[in-house]
Each structure stands twice: as structure tokens, then as C-alpha cells.
């Protein structure tokens, strides 16, 4: 039996990245072409980024919500919005539209998602009002650059945190109001519905699994919505690290910096009492000494 190790907050080198604090504050992603980290705000409808060089700097804002953002080719990077989904350049904020995303029904808005090692854009969904966060109505879907759409995952609730396995094939889900992480191989024949997929519950008494990513190790690190806690899992689900954080609203994970070692996660508001007292809630924050990550892969590319 491996040895759990628990981090409490007085242990942490916590920075906080933005003085800004966000509401919905998710999709942390790490450019290592140019040594930035990007989020967006999913409520307040913006993409925000950070570096060494330009420090906080908002990238664009957009009609209607972002829920992620991730690599593109070419220097860009791609969103999921209100419009669908298109590419944006960094430097100038400029969005371009582009096809393959499917048309959702009303009450649906996109949510997660992740980029495969072929340049895809896997694209998860949930329900838009709280009433609808818990039905199965979730869906992820597989988009190309040259704009084809293809469905993997039907009846989840709301679709978050995507990552593989070091070689490729496992598909790690998280279905958060069912408070699991789904565990597909990822070369199966899809559709697939959720409730049929391999899966292991999510550790975490009080939390829900939000964002996820894959470490340099194999080991899934998970945002612990409502705990306060981002776990380190085994691939079949065994708590490794429990790290406690200063906030109660994790909402996602990855790893950046020069040699991918620095922890960041973003942190909400939107949930909390106005009164709350939490100081760092609603920024990305940076940690160290939890492991290595890997790099993010490119939409449009071979990775």
C-alpha cells in the first residue's frame, strides 16, 4: 500500500498570479511557446493572460460567455464561446470563427475540454441553469481543425477536466455531479453513453472533480470544487497527495513554467457569499513542488 501524503496550507508557497478578482475563473493553460499562462472568466466573458514579460494583461472579451481556452497552430489559441468555437490571436484579440462545432440546444452551453496528441479539440457540455446541472445532458464531443464534429460521450452531467494517460490510451473524464472520473480507452468505438464506461468515484467527501491534467508521472491532478483541495490520483483512483489550499473553490489544474513544475490553479468566486473572506479566491494561483507536467498539445497539429 503507497503512502498518502497531505499538504495544509501552512506548508504552501502559494503566489497569487491576478489582483483581479475573477468570478468564474477556469481553463488555465500553459503556452510554452511563449512562456505565458491564459484562463478565462467564464462569467464575466473574458481571457485573461500573465508572463514574466507583460505580467496581467486581459487578451479579449467576447459576447456572451469563454469557457476554455487551449493552443492553436500557428501561435494562436482556441476558444469555446457563446458563438461556438474559433481562434484567437494572443497579441491582438482578434477572433476568427471556425466550423466544426455541433449547434447546441438552448439549454446547453459548452464547458471543458482538452486537445489530443492529433491536433483535435475534445469539447465537453453541460446544462446552462443549476436546475440542469445534475441531469444527464452532458456530452463531449471531438472536433478536427478542418471542422469535423464527432460525438464520444453521451449522459453526463457536466462534462469537465480531460486528460490521457501517459500513452495515449485512456480518456480521463471528469463527470462531476456524479462525482466520478470516467476511465475509457480512447481508441473505443464510439458513442459511448457514461453510465456504461469504466469509472472510480471521485475520493473527495465534500468536493465535486472539476479540472483535471495528467502529470509527467501518470498520476491525474484534480480541482476539488467545494473542498478547498486539489487530490493527486492514482489512474485507478487512489488518493496520492491531498494538497489543502487557501480557497474553497478550485475549479482547474496545469503545470507551466520554464520546466513545467509550477502548479497553477484557478479559483472562483461566483459560489461564495459576498461576504466571504477568502483573499486569493477568484485568481489563478501559482504552486511549487508537486511534480512536472507535460506540455499542452496544439490544435490543428501533430503533437
Same mark, same amino acid.
Request: glycine share 10%; net charge negative.
Given at each position: 500500500?503507497?503512502?498518502?501524503?497531505?499538504?495544509?496550507?501552512?506548508?504552501?508557497?502559494?503566489?497569487?498570479?491576478?489582483?483581479?478578482?475573477?468570478?468564474?475563473?477556469?481553463?488555465?493553460?500553459?503556452?510554452?511557446?511563449?512562456?505565458?499562462?491564459?484562463?478565462?472568466?467564464?462569467?464575466?466573458?473574458?481571457?485573461?493572460?500573465?508572463?514574466?514579460?507583460?505580467?496581467?494583461?486581459?487578451?479579449?472579451?467576447?459576447?456572451?460567455?469563454?469557457?476554455?481556452?487551449?493552443?492553436?497552430?500557428?501561435?494562436?489559441?482556441?476558444?469555446?464561446?457563446?458563438?461556438?468555437?474559433?481562434?484567437?490571436?494572443?497579441?491582438?484579440?482578434?477572433?476568427?470563427?471556425? &466550423?466544426?462545432?455541433?449547434?447546441?440546444?438552448?439549454?446547453?452551453?459548452?464547458?471543458?475540454?482538452?486537445?489530443?496528441?492529433?491536433?483535435?479539440?475534445?469539447?465537453?457540455?453541460?446544462?446552462?441553469?443549476?436546475?440542469?446541472?445534475?441531469?444527464?445532458?452532458?456530452?463531449?464531443?471531438?472536433?478536427?481543425?478542418?471542422?469535423?464534429?464527432?460525438?464520444?460521450?453521451?449522459?453526463?452531467?457536466?462534462?469537465?477536466?480531460?486528460?490521457?494517460?501517459?500513452?495515449?490510451?485512456?480518456?480521463?473524464?471528469?463527470?462531476?455531479?456524479?462525482?466520478?472520473?470516467?476511465?475509457?480507452?480512447?481508441?473505443?468505438?464510439?458513442?459511448?453513453?457514461?453510465?456504461?464506461?469504466?469509472?472510480?468515484?471521485?475520493?473527495?467527501?465534500?468536493?465535486?472533480?472539476?479540472?483535471?491534467?495528467?502529470?509527467?508521472?501518470?498520476?491525474?491532478?484534480?480541482?476539488?470544487?467545494? &473542498?478547498?483541495?486539489?487530490?493527486?490520483?492514482?489512474?485507478?483512483?487512489?488518493?496520492?497527495?491531498?494538497?489543502?489550499?487557501?480557497?474553497?473553490?478550485?475549479?482547474?489544474?496545469?503545470?507551466?513554467?520554464?520546466?513545467?513544475?509550477?502548479?497553477?490553479?484557478?479559483?472562483?468566486?461566483?459560489?461564495?457569499?459576498?461576504?466571504?473572506?477568502?483573499?486569493?479566491?477568484?485568481?489563478?494561483?501559482?504552486?511549487?513542488?508537486?511534480?512536472?507536467?507535460?506540455?499542452?498539445?496544439?490544435?490543428?497539429?501533430?503533437?
Amino acid at each position: 500500500m503507497s503512502s498518502r501524503r497531505r499538504y495544509i496550507n501552512r506548508d504552501l508557497n502559494v503566489e497569487r498570479i491576478s489582483n483581479n478578482a475573477g468570478l468564474l475563473v477556469e481553463s488555465p493553460l500553459w503556452d510554452h511557446r511563449n512562456n505565458t499562462l491564459y484562463w478565462v472568466d467564464i462569467h464575466k466573458s473574458e481571457l485573461w493572460s500573465w508572463s514574466k514579460i507583460d505580467q496581467v494583461r486581459l487578451v479579449a472579451r467576447f459576447d456572451g460567455y469563454v469557457s476554455g481556452v487551449w493552443l492553436a497552430r500557428g501561435g494562436n489559441l482556441v476558444v469555446a464561446c457563446e458563438g461556438g468555437i474559433g481562434v484567437v490571436n494572443p497579441e491582438t484579440g482578434k477572433f476568427c470563427h471556425i &466550423s466544426g462545432a455541433p449547434n447546441l440546444d438552448v439549454t446547453l452551453r459548452f464547458n471543458d475540454g482538452a486537445v489530443d496528441k492529433k491536433g483535435r479539440l475534445l469539447l465537453g457540455t453541460m446544462g446552462r441553469t443549476e436546475a440542469d446541472y445534475s441531469r444527464p445532458v452532458g456530452e463531449l464531443y471531438r472536433i478536427s481543425y478542418d471542422g469535423q464534429s464527432e460525438l464520444l460521450l453521451t449522459g453526463l452531467t457536466i462534462s469537465n477536466g480531460a486528460d490521457w494517460s501517459r500513452d495515449g490510451k485512456i480518456l480521463f473524464v471528469a463527470d462531476s455531479m456524479n462525482r466520478r472520473i470516467l476511465t475509457v480507452p480512447y481508441e473505443a468505438k464510439w458513442p459511448m453513453v457514461a453510465d456504461e464506461c469504466q469509472n472510480f468515484p471521485f475520493p473527495s467527501m465534500d468536493g465535486l472533480p472539476d479540472g483535471l491534467c495528467v502529470r509527467s508521472d501518470g498520476a491525474l491532478v484534480v480541482a476539488s470544487i467545494l &473542498s478547498g483541495q486539489i487530490l493527486v490520483l492514482s489512474s485507478s483512483g487512489e488518493t496520492l497527495e491531498e494538497i489543502d489550499l487557501p480557497v474553497s473553490c478550485p475549479t482547474a489544474c496545469c503545470f507551466g513554467g520554464p520546466d513545467l513544475s509550477t502548479l497553477f490553479v484557478t479559483t472562483s468566486t461566483h459560489i461564495l457569499p459576498p461576504e466571504h473572506m477568502e483573499e486569493l479566491a477568484g485568481s489563478p494561483l501559482a504552486l511549487e513542488g508537486h511534480g512536472f507536467g507535460l506540455q499542452a498539445n496544439i490544435f490543428g497539429e501533430l503533437n
